[in-house]
């Protein structure tokens, strides 16, 4: 090949690749598989059968940009690892811009679907904050944020056909930690509060409250040396009165903890699920989630 021609092609396809949006290209996948041993709510075909819960594309900046759903544990079993549900993101930089999904039912007999549907997200900034997301072209949520860039209000608007009804979040902050949050929805305020507990800089327990002071819900997480989550508790629902061994009745602390496992570079490996036994002694296996990198 002559020399000329071999520089005209190294320009050629420097040009498409200048032209080619960088934040699209790929630089690595994760494909997350679940396993259920819930004996008590799934057939004996799917126990302990492996099946794919999703796929997922990152770039460069390790923002998603391919996301593939597929039917899982909330979902009719009999549909269990069929595409549900396809979303593509687009950036500007590291600011998310649109989000374009399509998906429906799967269909028993091929990979199709039935009830197709066709949604567009926007996202819009203010000052580099994300300040509004639409959904089809109308209001989804808005966001505020105070002097120090911390986001201090969200509201929610439940009807895309009335902008003026929304449910919102009011949040508190200090020393830069987020340690409460008043949710309200449309006709009364602060119907509810989470508070947030931290342990050197790192959330180690969650508190939720009506706003007659019940509790309606506990979550604590245990860390490693590292930071890294190991084990999370929790209690849902708060009132849950078991019979114990003895033959009295008790409200355990916890009924339900995720275990966290990572490989040597620190990404999720595997996730488990357990749930507590009807006497609160033990704890069941109920699902398994693991990662895969490529």
């Not at 320009?11 to 949006?21: K, L, Q």
């Not at 039935?114 to 209001?139: A, C, F, H, I, M």
């Not at 409460?180 to 449309?186: I, L, S, T």
Request: proline share 2%; charged share 30%.
């Amino acid at each position: 090949m002559p020399f000329r021609n071999y520089i005209f092609l190294i320009s050629v396809a420097a040009f498409f690749n200048s032209c080619f949006d960088s934040t699209q290209r790929v630089k690595y996948s994760v494909t997350t598989y679940f396993t259920s041993f819930d004996s008590d709510h799934v057939s004996p075909r799917n126990l302990g059968k492996k099946f794919i819960y999703s796929y997922e594309k990152y770039n460069a900046d390790s923002n998603l940009i391919l996301q593939n759903q597929y039917a899982s544990l909330t979902d009719n079993e009999d549909e269990w690892g069929k595409l549900i549900k396809v979303t593509r993101f687009f950036y500007n930089g590291k600011q998310k811009l649109k989000a374009e999904m399509e998906g429906g039912m799967p269909r028993k007999k091929d990979d199709g679907w039935s009830n197709k549907y066709k949604e567009v997200d926007t996202y819009v900034y203010t000052g580099g904050q994300l300040t509004r997301w639409l959904k089809d072209g109308k209001p989804r949520e808005e966001y505020k944020y105070n002097d120090q860039k911390e986001m201090i209000e969200k509201r929610v608007y439940l009807f895309s056909s009335d902008s003026s009804k929304f449910a919102g979040i009011h949040y508190a902050y200090a020393g830069g930690l987020k340690i409460k949050a008043q949710y309200f929805p449309v006709d009364t305020l602060y119907t509810s509060v989470d508070t947030f507990i931290y342990k050197n800089n790192k959330l180690v327990e969650e508190d939720s409250y009506k706003s007659n002071g019940e509790q309606t819900r506990h979550v604590v997480m245990i860390r490693d040396k590292k930071g890294r989550v190991t084990e999370e508790k929790w209690k849902d629902p708060i009132l849950d009165w078991r019979k114990n061994v003895d033959g009295k009745w008790v409200n355990a602390e916890f009924n339900q903890e995720n275990k966290y496992f990572y490989n040597s570079g620190g990404h999720p490996l595997k996730t488990e699920y357990y749930r507590s036994d009807e006497y609160c002694r033990s704890y069941q296996l109920v699902a398994v989630y693991e990662f895969k990198y490529d």
